[in-house]
Structure formats: C-alpha cells, structure tokens
C-alpha cells in the first residue's frame, strides 16, 4: 500500500511490488478512514465490579489490575487458570511474543487463537500429506500461468479481488477454472465450470472425479511411482465413488462430473486451491485430503505451475500458524509435545524444560471452558472477537461473562471488548512495524507510516510490561526488530525457518518466502520440487469416506445453513462496520433461492427468523436464483440477534478441531409484525 498522509486524513493506494501487481479491495481503499476513526479507543478502560460501567483509566492503573488478576487466580487456582486468545491477523512478532509470555511468563498450557477457526483443517491435511505447511507452496503469479484452476470452497472475488487478477490472466492465456460452491459466487460466475454442490459434499466430489480420472487413463502413473506412497490403498476406496453415486450425493450431474474430470486430467498443469468453504467442516480434514489425493493422482506437484494449495485468510493466517500461539506449537513449526523440540525452545529461552508447560487445547475447546472448574478463569485476548466469530457464540457469551477476569486488547471497543473488565487500547497496522507472511509463504515488512495516538501502546509494548510486572522484564524487548530477530533465531532448524531473514534483507528484496536459511539464503519461493517433507521424502495419499454434515436436514430443520463473508465486511466487522461506505445500504441477511422464499411466504426485505438446534437469529431476507433450494446462506459479520454464529454446530473435526461453520440444519420463519421477536 501507498499511505499518503496530509494534515491528518489518511489516504490508502495500491502499490505495485517487485515481481507482484498493485490492487486493493475496498477495504483496502477505505483502510485510512480506521486511523483517526472517532470512537477509536483512546485510553484503556476498566470497571470496578462487575455492574459497574466501563470508566477511562491509566496505563499503570490497568496493567496493575490485570497483573493483579492474574496472579490471584494463580495462586487460588494455579497457572493453567490463566488463558491466551491471538489471532491471525497479528504481526509474526506479536503472534511470538503472545506464546512465549503464555510459555513463560504465566506458564499456562492454554493458549490458542482464530486461526483455529480459520486454516487449521488444510493445515493439518497439508502437513500429514506433504510434511510441511506452507499455504501455497508456490507463488501466487502460477496461477497465471496454470492450464486448470480448481477452486473449491473459495469465493475469491469477494475474498481476495485483488487476486482474481491472476485468474483473469490464466483465463486469457486460455486456460479453464473450475470452482466448487454451493452457491453461484461472483467467483463461481467467471468459472468455466461450476459445480453447485450440496454443502459438506467434497470429499464425495473430489473421489467421484478421480474415479473417472481413473477409469479415463487421467492418472499419472510415473509420478505416483516416483514421488508418492499408499495409492493402493486409496484406489481401493476411490473405486466405491461411481459417477451416479456421487451426483446423488453431490447433487452435481454427471455431464458435470466427466467435464471437471476431462478439464483436469488434460490440461498440462493444475492447481487445486481448498478455501474454508471445503475446509470448516467436522470433516474438514478429510475434505482436504480427498482434493490433495486428486492433485497428487494426477501428477500434478513438484513442478512450477501446479500443485494444491490452501487459500490462507487473515492478513497474517499464515505467520500467525508458525511461531507459538498455537495450543500445541513452539516457533518455527516446533512441537510442545517433542522433547527434542522442547529442549531447543527451553534453551533459546533460558529456562529449565520442565517448565514448559504441555500442550493446551483448541480455540472452541478453550472458550467452551470458560469459568468452569477446570478452565480458565482469567483471558486476556489480542485480535480477536470471539462474541461474534467463535461458533455456538451464545454459549461463548455465556463463558465469557463467568470469568473471574476478561482483559481484551483492540482498536475498538469490539463486542467482545464491551464485555471485558479491562480494556487495553493498542496501535494498529499503519501505526507499527512489524512482519506478517502473506499466503505464499513470502515474509513481508510493514513499516509504521503515522503514529498511534498518544495514549495507546502496541500490542509488544502491552506484553512485555505484563511481562516485566510477572517477574520476566529481561526476556521481553517492545522494538518489533529485536523481537523478529530472536523469532528467527529461534525458529532455526525448525520446519518454519527464518533464521536467515533480519528486516534489511525482507525490505530489501521486498519479501522473502521462507524457509530462508544457511541452506537457502534467498528464501524458497517453489516447495517440493525435489522431494515432499515426510520422512521418506513421499507425498503421502490417506484415503477418505464421504460423511457429510454432522448434522443433517430432518423435519424440524429443513435446511442447509451455510455460512461465509461479502465482499464489504471483514469477519467480525469490528473495523469495516465503522466505515461508512462499507455499511451504507447492507445489513445482516440470509440468502434464499426465490422458490424456497416463495414456500415460505417470505418476499425480499421480510425478517426471518434462522431457527437452529443452537438458537434463533433474525434477519433480512435476500432472494437469489445463485442459491439451491436445499441451502441458505448467512455471512457471519454482523452482532447481537444477527449473529449467524448463534446458530453454527461447534461440533469438531477429531484432528483439526476446526468447527463445523459452513453446514448446519436450521428451519426459517418469517417474523410478522407483533409476533413477539
Ligand atoms: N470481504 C472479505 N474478505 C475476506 C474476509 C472477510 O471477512 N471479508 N476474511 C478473510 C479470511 S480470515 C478468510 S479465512 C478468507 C475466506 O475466504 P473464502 O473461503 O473464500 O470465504 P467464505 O465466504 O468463508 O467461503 C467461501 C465459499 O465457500 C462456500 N461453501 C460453503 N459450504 C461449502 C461446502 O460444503 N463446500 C464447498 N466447496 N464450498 C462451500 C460458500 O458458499 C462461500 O462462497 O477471506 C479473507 N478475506
Ligand atoms: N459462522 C462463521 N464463523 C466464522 C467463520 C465463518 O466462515 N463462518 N470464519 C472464521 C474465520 S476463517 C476467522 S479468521 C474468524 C475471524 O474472526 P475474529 O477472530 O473475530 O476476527 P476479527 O473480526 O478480524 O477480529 C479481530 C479483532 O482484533 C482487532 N484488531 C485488529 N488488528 C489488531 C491488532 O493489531 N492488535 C489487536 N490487539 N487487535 C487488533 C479488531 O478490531 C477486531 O476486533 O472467524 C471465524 N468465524
Ligand atoms: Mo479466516
């Protein structure tokens, strides 16, 4: 981005980077509106009890009260009573320092964050196929140059517009793209094929076509031999996946399936891309799996210009999963639960190992203990709002008022913020350094370019004067450079190397893709060329079953509710529901096909109430012929009754711990004027 600042108005512009294209989304453009936004915090604030009101403090006041807290819930209920929540969207150097002051200042095993609700399915899919997560393990600039796209769960259009420049090339160049959606997207209106399948189908789709890849000779043997394990096995599976049992699962034709499969298995190269539609799922894992399985069988990996890859969101998704906010991750993609990984980290810390704690549990697993006997009864949580994006969210609600102690820091007095008992007021992206990795594993610098307001600290100084009143004072710096390199040093030798990275030679080449060591001094900005991460050096393919939703439609709930983002809102919405171009004339909604309203005696503009095993929400009605008549769809950005969360299953997948946000079964009803909401 290019920041223009005049006499205070902030104004926001594309940059074109070295090798890259500019482009912003509007949020992007209207980005500078946040800076000097008026109800932006500017002090921190705290309540005296409970019912008493939210009332301006000072900085030593508030770090006081929150060390106060924390220590007597350590000594009442020992260190596990404390919790960390991160979120993806924090530098690489907060994402670290937030797992070493849980790790070592309060020696707490529970901490995890939103990325958990984010990428952590295709994560955990990538590294037990590939040995290694790296999103992309390529550029983004080979989807340019790739015969076939595969976009499956991704509405990039809305998600990331400025991508779709790469597609667009691909398209010109000749190229075909498939996506996968069960609704008709503005992404899914640019493909050559769209495939509306029923939602939680896609591991039944991804089978079903490299079944008929295989019966049309699309496989490529050579590469299977050369490069891969455990094919037989997966073949046995794939052979139960007929082209008529898939479209009777998938709800996606026949014609449809040999297309998609003639598509992939002819074109010179292809990328498939997983995007959270195919990844929040209780099978989410597996959903990942089945679309490896089909890139890998199709030989299409360890050259440029093909692979799969997953479509990382948050500005940070992809750092902010490296370096320790994990509930079972040390930096550098180490493990909490591998002596050997443990030992390093004690070593690079200056602490005895045994007092690392043990792996903790995950962000749904975190939240749903609040304030229960063996939970945590103090939080403190940095970027993130959980109120509105944790699932299940009126049971999180519930939690988040029996905590002894809530302390959040944010920019904004967030839902969940309006909840705490201690607010902390921090800076935000223009306003400091620090260091975030883009989608592609390529590690970019951001430079402060205006300064915070006067009262307000950032995120590192907020840690490490906790940190200083806890007893560590001397393991914690607030200087983002000194904080990125001790990160990088620790992370040598681990799968996430940045060891050979410092903010000279990110800035100077304007952006490094990891790992970047001794071995690969200019980054690696291609992965697996030679060999894949696991052990022997193979991919790995598991087989897969279609399950489907945990929770099916029956007779008191219909339909498929599905769940997602627009074009103009970011997640929670705590920043872009306080741009005003970004709100004027939207709302919360649900999406329905025209036939499904018309049954329903609901019109256009009717409030509906979304009705699920969870709750009840209530929102506008917005008839669409993009949608089946089976699903409906709510975008999740919007607070308090519109919150599509109170109606979400937070039923698990067993690996991930990802919850089920794209598919639960909901009932609809319009809401008449004196019905009683
Ligand atoms: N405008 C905007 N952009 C954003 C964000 C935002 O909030 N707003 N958030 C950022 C973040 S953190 C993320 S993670 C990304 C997310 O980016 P995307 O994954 O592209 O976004 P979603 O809208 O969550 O889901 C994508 C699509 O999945 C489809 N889908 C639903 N169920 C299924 C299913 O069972 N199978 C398949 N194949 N598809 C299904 C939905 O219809 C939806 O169109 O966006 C990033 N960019
Ligand atoms: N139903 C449903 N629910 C979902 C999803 C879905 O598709 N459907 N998607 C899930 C996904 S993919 C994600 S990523 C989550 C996201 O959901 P959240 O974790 O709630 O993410 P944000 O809304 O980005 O929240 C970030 C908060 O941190 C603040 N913030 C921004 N920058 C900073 C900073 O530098 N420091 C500090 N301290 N605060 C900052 C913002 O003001 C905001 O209040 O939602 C998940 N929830
Ligand atoms: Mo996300």
């Excluded at 609704?183 to 591991?203: F, I």
């Excluded at 990942?288 to 948050?314: D, E, K, M, S």
């Excluded at 490094?512 to 991460?533: I, K």
């Amino acid at each position: 981005m290019n920041i223009d600042v005049r006499q205070d108005q902030v104004s926001i512009s594309p940059r074109a980077s070295k090798g890259g294209r500019g482009g912003l989304c509007r949020k992007g453009w209207t980005a500078g509106e946040l800076i000097g936004e008026g109800s932006r915090l500017r002090s921190p604030l705290i309540r005296d009890n409970r019912s008493s009101p939210l009332r301006p403090c000072s900085w030593s006041e508030a770090l006081e009260a929150l060390h106060d807290a924390i220590s007597r819930s350590q000594a009442k209920y020992g260190p596990d009573s404390v919790g960390v929540f991160g979120g993806g969207g924090l530098t690489n150097e907060k994402a670290y320092y937030l797992g070493k002051l849980a790790r070592v200042a309060l020696g707490t095993r529970f901490i995890d964050y939103n990325g958990r609700f984010c990428m952590s399915s295709a994560a955990t899919a990538i590294n037990r196929s590939f040995g290694l997560d790296r999103g992309m393990p390529f550029p983004f600039e080979d989807i340019a140059n790739a015969g076939a796209v595969f976009l499956a769960g991704s509405n990039m259009a809305e998600t990331m517009p400025p991508a779709m420049r790469y597609l667009r090339e691909q398209r010109e160049r000749g190229g075909s793209l498939i996506v996968a959606d069960p609704r008709r997207t503005p992404t899914a209106e640019t493909a050559t094929l769209h495939l509306q399948l029923r939602p939680g189908s896609d591991v039944a789709l991804a089978n079903g076509l490299l079944h008929i890849a295989l019966e049309e000779g699309y496989v490529d043997e050579d590469f299977i031999a050369a490069r891969t394990s455990g094919f037989d096995e997966l073949e046995e599976t794939i052979g139960s996946y007929w082209p008529a049992r898939v479209e009777a699962i998938t709800g996606v034709s026949i014609p449809a399936l040999f297309r998609a499969a003639e598509i992939l298995g002819q074109a010179d190269s292809v990328i498939v891309l997983t995007a959270r539609g195919a990844e929040q799922h209780a099978s989410g894992v597996d959903m990942v799996t089945a679309y490896i399985n089909l890139t890998l069988a199709l030989g299409q990996a360890g050259r440029a210009n093909c692979g799969f890859g997953t479509l990382t969101g948050q500005g940070n998704g992809q750092g902010g999963r490296e370096h320790g906010q994990k509930a079972d991750q040390l930096p550098g993609y180490r493990s909490l639960s591998e002596p050997r990984d443990r030992a390093h980290m004690a070593k690079v810390w200056g602490i005895d190992v045994d007092r690392l704690p043990q792996p903790g549990v995950s962000a749904y697993e975190l939240l749903r203990g609040l304030g229960r006997e063996t939970g945590v009864r103090c939080l403190l949580v940095m970027g993130s709002n959980p109120f509105v994006s944790a699932p299940n969210s009126d049971s999180i609600e519930k939690g988040l008022d029996q905590l002894d102690f809530l302390a959040v820091a944010d920019l904004f007095l967030s839902e969940t913020a309006a909840q705490a008992d201690l607010v902390l007021p921090t800076a935000q992206w223009a306003e400091e350094t620090g260091t975030m990795t883009n989608a592609e594993g390529k590690v970019l610098l951001r430079k402060r370019s205006v300064p915070p307001p006067a009262e307000v600290k950032t995120d590192l100084e907020i840690i490490s004067d906790l940190a200083r009143r806890l007893g560590y004072g001397d393991a914690f710096q607030s200087d983002p450079e000194d904080v990125f390199a001790e990160l990088c040093a620790a992370s040598e030798g681990g799968r996430a190397d940045y060891s050979g990275l410092s903010y000279k030679s990110v800035e100077a080449s304007d952006g490094v893709h990891w790992p970047c060591n001794a071995v690969a001094p200019l980054g690696t900005p291609r992965l697996f060329l030679e060999t894949f991460s696991t052990p022997d050096g193979r991919a790995r393919f598991y087989p897969t079953e279609h399950r489907g939703p945990r929770e099916e439609p029956c007779e008191q709930y219909p339909y498929y509710l599905t769940t997602g983002r627009t074009l103009l809102q970011y997640q929670s919405g705590t920043q872009t529901r306080r741009v005003g171009t970004l709100t004027e004339g939207t709302g919360a909604f649900v999406e329905m096909h025209p036939l499904l309203a018309k049954m329903l005696k609901i019109e256009e503009g009717t409030l509906v109430r979304v009705s699920s095993r969870r709750g009840q929400a209530i929102v506008a009605a917005r008839l669409s012929q993009n949608m089946r008549t089976d699903s409906v769809f709510m975008p999740f950005h919007w607070p308090n009754s519109e919150r599509a969360n109170l109606l979400t299953n937070p039923v698990l997948d067993p690996l991930s711990k990802m919850p089920e946000f794209k598919a639960c079964a909901v009932s609809l009803a319009a809401v008449h004027a004196g019905s009683g909401i």
